[in-house]
C-alpha cells in the first residue's frame, strides 16, 4: 500500500515539474518521435510487403509445381544454367501423358509483343500461349466471355482472352468481346476478359497487363519451332499435402524424359511459391535489418537527449530533492519521480511518433502498396517508449535519489 501512495506522489510530482518545463519537454521529445516514427514504418513497410507479394502472386498457388528451364530466383549460378537445353512442348506433352489421372497438367509460352485496336495501341504486353487448363492451376477465372477451349488449341484457333489493364486501356469502355486485336503482325478475336488480379510487387509481372492465347496459335503466330521453344510445366497437385510426393514424381518423369543418367544432375529446375517466398523473405529481412539501424541510431540518439535533460532536472532540483529528504521522503520515492518523468516524457514523444506514423501509413497504403498500423506494432512502440525512459532515466535518477539531504539543502 505504501508503495502505492509513494508511486503516486511521485507522478503527480513528476507531472508538476514537466507542466512546469513544457517547451524544453517538448524539444527532449523530438529524438524519441523520430525513433518511433521509425520504428513503425519500419514495421508497416515489412507488413506492407509482404501483403502486395501475396496479392501479387496468390495465382501462383501453392499446390502447384512448376517446371521450367530456368530457376525463378537465380542468385550467382546463372552460368550454370544457361547452356541447359529448352524443354519443348513434346516433353511438356510427355509429361502431361505420365501424370494422367495423378495431377493436372498444364504447359504455356510467352513472349512480348505490341497490340492495336484500331487508333489505340499498348507496347510491350506479355502474351502468354497456354491450354485450357489454365483456369485449372490458377486462380483467375474470366470476369466476361469465356477462356480458352480445348478446341482452340487442337484447331489452332486465333482467338485470345485479354486482362484489365488491355481492355480499359485498347478499348476503353466499349466492350472488347468478339472485337479484332492486333498482337504483333496476327490478328486475334477476344472471347474473354480475365478478372482483375492485381498490380505488380517490385518490377514483378501485372498479371492484368496479359493476354491468353492457345499454345499452338503461340507458335504458329510468333515462331517457337522444335529446338527454340521454351515451355512451362505447371502440375497441380490433388491436395495441399501430396505435393512434396508430386514433386519427386515429376523429378523422375521428367529425368526419364530428358533422357539423364543417374549420374547427371537436372538439367530442368523445379519451382514453387516456397521458391518465391524464400527470396521474399531475404529481401524482407534485408530491409528490416536496416530498419532497425536505422530505428537504433534514432532511439539511441533521443535517449541521450532524454538523459542530458534529466541530469540536468535532478541539478536544478537539487535542494528540492534535499528538503523532500529531510521531511522523510525515502530514496525509492525521489527514484520514481525522477524515473516517471523520463517515462513520461518519452511515451508523450512515442505517442507522437505513432500518430506522424499513421499518417503517413495512410499516405503509403493509398499511392504506394497496402499498408497499416496493425495493434502489435502500436503495442510494440509504447513498449519502446518506455523502454527508451527507462534506460534514460535510471542514471540521472539514482543520482537524485543519493544526494545527501544535507548537502542539497546547502546547494544554491
Same mark, same amino acid.
Given at each position: 500500500?505504501?508503495?502505492?501512495?509513494?508511486?503516486?506522489?511521485?507522478?503527480?510530482?513528476?507531472?508538476?515539474?514537466?507542466?512546469?518545463?513544457?517547451?524544453?519537454?517538448?524539444?527532449?521529445?523530438?529524438?524519441?518521435?523520430?525513433?518511433?516514427?521509425?520504428?513503425?514504418?519500419?514495421?508497416?513497410?515489412?507488413?506492407?510487403?509482404?501483403?502486395?507479394?501475396?496479392?501479387?502472386?496468390?495465382?501462383?498457388?501453392?499446390?502447384?509445381?512448376?517446371?521450367?528451364?530456368?530457376?525463378?530466383?537465380?542468385?550467382? #549460378?546463372?552460368?550454370?544454367?544457361?547452356?541447359?537445353?529448352?524443354?519443348?512442348?513434346?516433353?511438356?506433352?510427355?509429361?502431361?501423358?505420365?501424370?494422367?489421372?495423378?495431377?493436372?497438367?498444364?504447359?504455356?509460352?510467352?513472349?512480348?509483343?505490341?497490340?492495336?485496336?484500331?487508333?489505340?495501341?499498348?507496347?510491350?504486353?506479355?502474351?502468354?500461349?497456354?491450354?485450357?487448363?489454365? %483456369?485449372?492451376?490458377?486462380?483467375?477465372?474470366?470476369?466476361?466471355?469465356?477462356?480458352?477451349?480445348?478446341?482452340?488449341?487442337?484447331?489452332?484457333?486465333?482467338?485470345?482472352?485479354?486482362?484489365? #489493364?488491355?481492355?480499359?486501356g485498347v478499348f476503353g469502355t466499349e466492350s472488347p468481346i468478339n472485337k479484332k486485336l492486333k498482337i504483333?503482325?496476327?490478328?486475334?478475336?477476344?472471347?474473354?476478359?480475365?478478372?482483375?488480379?492485381? +498490380?505488380?510487387?517490385? +518490377?514483378?509481372?501485372?498479371?492484368?497487363?496479359?493476354?491468353?492465347?492457345?499454345?499452338?496459335?503461340?507458335?504458329?503466330?510468333? +515462331?517457337?519451332?522444335?529446338?527454340?521453344?521454351?515451355?512451362?510445366?505447371?502440375?497441380?497437385?490433388?491436395?495441399?499435402?501430396?505435393?512434396?510426393?508430386?514433386?519427386?514424381?515429376?523429378?523422375?518423369?521428367?529425368?526419364?524424359?530428358?533422357?539423364?543418367?543417374?549420374?547427371?544432375?537436372?538439367?530442368?529446375?523445379?519451382?514453387?511459391?516456397?521458391?518465391?517466398?524464400?527470396?521474399?523473405?531475404?529481401?524482407?529481412?534485408?530491409?528490416?535489418?536496416?530498419?532497425?539501424?536505422?530505428?537504433?541510431?534514432?532511439?539511441?540518439?533521443?535517449?541521450?537527449?532524454?538523459?542530458?535533460?534529466?541530469? %540536468?532536472?535532478?541539478?536544478?532540483?537539487t535542494r528540492e530533492i534535499g528538503i523532500r529528504k529531510a521531511i522523510g521522503a525515502k530514496r525509492r520515492?525521489?527514484?520514481?519521480?525522477?524515473?516517471?518523468?523520463?517515462?513520461?516524457?518519452?511515451?508523450?514523444?512515442?505517442?507522437?511518433?505513432? %500518430?506522424?506514423?499513421?499518417?503517413?501509413?495512410?499516405?503509403?497504403?493509398?499511392?504506394?502498396?497496402?499498408?497499416?498500423?496493425?495493434?502489435?506494432?502500436?503495442?510494440?512502440?509504447?513498449?519502446?517508449?518506455?523502454?527508451?525512459?527507462?534506460?534514460?532515466?535510471?542514471?540521472?535518477?539514482?543520482?537524485?535519489?543519493?544526494?545527501?539531504?544535507?548537502?542539497?539543502?546547502?546547494?544554491?
Amino acid at each position: 500500500m505504501r508503495w502505492a501512495i509513494d508511486l503516486n506522489e511521485s507522478f503527480q510530482i513528476a507531472m508538476a515539474a514537466l507542466r512546469a518545463n513544457r517547451a524544453r519537454g517538448a524539444l527532449t521529445t523530438l529524438g524519441i518521435i523520430i525513433g518511433i516514427v521509425a520504428v513503425v514504418l519500419t514495421m508497416t513497410a515489412a507488413n506492407g510487403l509482404e501483403n502486395r507479394f501475396r496479392q501479387t502472386f496468390s495465382s501462383v498457388g501453392a499446390d502447384v509445381i512448376y517446371v521450367s528451364r530456368m530457376p525463378w530466383v537465380i542468385m550467382n #549460378d546463372f552460368f550454370l544454367y544457361r547452356n541447359r537445353p529448352p524443354i519443348e512442348l513434346r516433353h511438356a506433352r510427355q509429361l502431361e501423358n505420365k501424370m494422367r489421372g495423378k495431377a493436372i497438367v498444364n504447359y504455356s509460352m510467352g513472349g512480348v509483343r505490341d497490340v492495336k485496336y484500331r487508333s489505340e495501341t499498348m507496347d510491350g504486353v506479355t502474351i502468354i500461349g497456354t491450354t485450357e487448363r489454365q %483456369v485449372l492451376v490458377g486462380s483467375a477465372q474470366p470476369e466476361s466471355g469465356r477462356f480458352i477451349m480445348a478446341r482452340d488449341v487442337s484447331y489452332k484457333t486465333a482467338v485470345c482472352v485479354i486482362g484489365t #489493364d488491355i481492355r480499359d486501356g485498347v478499348f476503353g469502355t466499349e466492350s472488347p468481346i468478339n472485337k479484332k486485336l492486333k498482337i504483333g503482325r496476327t490478328v486475334f478475336r477476344v472471347v474473354g476478359v480475365m478478372e482483375k488480379q492485381g +498490380g505488380s510487387f517490385l +518490377g514483378g509481372p501485372n498479371f492484368d497487363r496479359q493476354i491468353y492465347v492457345p499454345i499452338t496459335s503461340f507458335i504458329k503466330a510468333f +515462331g517457337g519451332a522444335r529446338g527454340r521453344q521454351n515451355v512451362m510445366v505447371s502440375v497441380k497437385a490433388p491436395a495441399q499435402e501430396a505435393v512434396e510426393e508430386l514433386e519427386f514424381e515429376v523429378i523422375g518423369e521428367m529425368r526419364k524424359i530428358r533422357n539423364l543418367r543417374p549420374a547427371e544432375q537436372d538439367d530442368f529446375s523445379i519451382n514453387k511459391l516456397d521458391t518465391l517466398m524464400g527470396a521474399f523473405n531475404r529481401v524482407i529481412g534485408v530491409v528490416f535489418l536496416v530498419g532497425l539501424l536505422v530505428t537504433s541510431i534514432s532511439l539511441f540518439v533521443g535517449g541521450v537527449g532524454v538523459m542530458n535533460i534529466m541530469f %540536468v532536472s535532478v541539478t536544478e532540483r537539487t535542494r528540492e530533492i534535499g528538503i523532500r529528504k529531510a521531511i522523510g521522503a525515502k530514496r525509492r520515492s525521489i527514484l520514481f519521480q525522477f524515473l516517471l518523468e523520463s517515462c513520461a516524457i518519452c511515451l508523450l514523444g512515442g505517442l507522437i511518433g505513432i %500518430v506522424i506514423a499513421g499518417i503517413l501509413t495512410a499516405v503509403v497504403n493509398a499511392v504506394l502498396m497496402p499498408a497499416s498500423v496493425s495493434l502489435p506494432i502500436l503495442i510494440i512502440a509504447v513498449v519502446v517508449s518506455l523502454l527508451v525512459g527507462t534506460l534514460a532515466g535510471i542514471i540521472p535518477a539514482y543520482k537524485g535519489a543519493k544526494l545527501d539531504p544535507i548537502e542539497a539543502l546547502r546547494y544554491e
